[in-house]
């Protein structure tokens, strides 16, 4: 246990420079799309308040008042988040070719530690976990601060407040920030599996080099197939037979199985299997 | 401990954020007000398992809110699950009772008919291949005996499918071992026709297609007629009779409200006996326009709103006569008004003999229930918004079904 969170806090620390800065990144991307997002509005509001002299009201009716609704769609605000994503989805697989890296692979340091090799993987799991909510925090934080900015730039006659679940309820922020906490753990707990086949699919490749990745594809493509194997059988041989409640917990029970695959596998080749 | 500072910090923070994000958007922070039904007048016993269905809207957020009991229902909006859990309650009682019939069947309660001994199901199957061929166009019929728990189930081809679009079907029946499905067709050339199919059930064969009404006026100047059946679809429970309303209506443009708006040049009025196979036509000449008709039992229910007064006429389908008309009071909305949802129209439905009215006052909307049979008011009560967060120009209140509690 003591090696395992060791080890853990030995990943975060190698990526955590890298981590600020995507961070830092961020916040600036998302407070720029909330100054754009209002001071747009409010340049809108004047020229046809000012312009065709239309009442405040009116203009609210027509043109909507101003939500942070409005900023969640905008681009910056959007590419944001893409990035976040796009960076975590590539350390992915970075977390273990880096070890690979270099003139002395940090690998073989790491594998003739005196500890079960499968703590390395679920350290290395933990962490892009820890990142992944990490940032999830981050946003929700953020989501306060930009409130606050918005409050300054737009009047309160021309804004409408409203909670934050309103602003992830119904766009792509629900995939990040789903509605109520068992759908988050749903949710999330489908990652956890897809990092973990991700990781058997890698060290696959990592055992076997050229014909490894033959190996983890196809694994990758097992594990997938197993997963919706309640839901494919049901569509295409069974012509709808069992009722979505049924399907849902053969669903959650195939995506457990899928893990302990994946877990397992992993421990194998991680023992027997794997080539520095 | 110093060496891990970093990872405890950035742990604490997201178990906290993310903790207090889950736990505190319960429901009661949801920008949705709960509404609640206030009595002025009447017996509290008129809102028992009665569900008032209506939408909550705020810029363009969109909730669909339910009030049972004269309080806002407590759906969890959130959770996928409860998608995948949502039952139409009229068929809670068969999925506990008789599960396997329910399987690989659309449930809607057009579909289906239940009474004591029997459950009945038909669908209409078209399966087109990729280059547009029909391969399958068909009705597929099962009865289940309650008591033998033995099921018979057939499939039939349609007479003629090929030259419908798509059928609906309204209603099923089962009577003296036949199923009788109700349907409206929808042909190529924008025509629409009532058919009513009976199916043997010993002979496990289609005996009959009859066409009960057309409606092949298409539309022209913006003008076409409106084709509905109004029985009660929303019961699965045994009905004697079927409702036919045709309206010619008449698309025009207000000139001060710029809205476009639906005038009823002519209107039909038609019962169909499942029983006996026969319609009948309702001749309301003298009353005018019909603005909506319902079915309760074997009494039928013209409605006329005229101004404020909203005329009910009832029509005994059994003795073929008139009963007087009843007379209510629908406050005019006006427009000079800065609250939007003043500007809505009222929202009627009538049930079970019982007429419902929901209007927007001042300071919330009112409800109105009354006796039909004898014109009386039963209740009379507000409906106010607790909780309310937005108080501005922005969210609209919709009131669009209201139904018994199965």
Known sequence: ?????????FEFNRFFKLYIVLVIVTIIMQIFAVIVESRGY?????????????SKADFIKNYEAF????????NWFYWSIALCVVVLLIYVFFIWYRDWLGKNSFIYRLLMLPTARLNLYFAKATAILIFVFGLVALQL??????????????PAEFRVDLPIKEYTDFNYLSVILPGSLIDFLLFYGMGIVAVCVTFTAILFERCYRLKGIIFGISYGLVSVGFFLMPLLIDTFVLNYYFFPVELFVMEVIAGIIVLIGAVWIGNYLLKYKIRV | MKKYWKIIVVLIITVITVGTYYIRSSFASRTVPEFEVKKISGDEKE????????DYNVNDIHYSFKILNGKTMNINYDS???????????????????????????????NFYEDKAWLAYAEYEIENTFSGMTNKNEFLIEVLDKKTNETVAFEVAIPDGENYYTININDVQLLNGKVKVLTNNFSEDSS??????????????????????KNSEGVENGNWTSFSINNDSLSLKPSEYALFLLQRVQEEMNENTKEVEEKILASECYVYNFEKEVLEKINHEELGMVEAASLHNSTVFLQNQIDNRLEVVPYDIETGTWREKILFNVPQTSENTDNDDLHAEPFITVLNGKIYIINAIDDGYSLFIGDLSTGQSLYEGKIVAKHKKINQYNDKTYFKLIEPKS
Do not use: C
Request: proline share 2%; hydrophobic share 50%.
């Open chain 2, 47 to 54: 809102l028992q398992d009665l569900v008032i269905h209506g």
């Open chain 1, 1 to 9: 246990m003591n090696r395992y969170l060791k080890l853990v806090n």
């Open chain 2, 80 to 110: 996928i699950i409860s998608e995948i859990v949502e039952l139409p309650s009229q068929f809670e009682k068969i999925m506990k009772e008789h599960k396997n019939f329910l399987r690989q069947k659309v449930l809607n309660p057009g």
């Open chain 1, 141 to 154: 934080l953020l989501f306060l601060i930009e409130m606050q900015i918005m409050k300054w730039i737009v």
């Open chain 1, 42 to 54: 409010m340049r809108e509001a004047k020229n046809v308040i000012y312009g065709d002299m239309m």
């Open chain 1, 67 to 74: 939500t942070m609704q409005r900023v969640v769609q905008s």
């Open chain 2, 192 to 213: 629409e026709e009532a058919h009513l199919y009976v199916f043997d059930l010993k002979e496990k064969k289609l005996i009959r297609d009859d066409v009960i009404l």
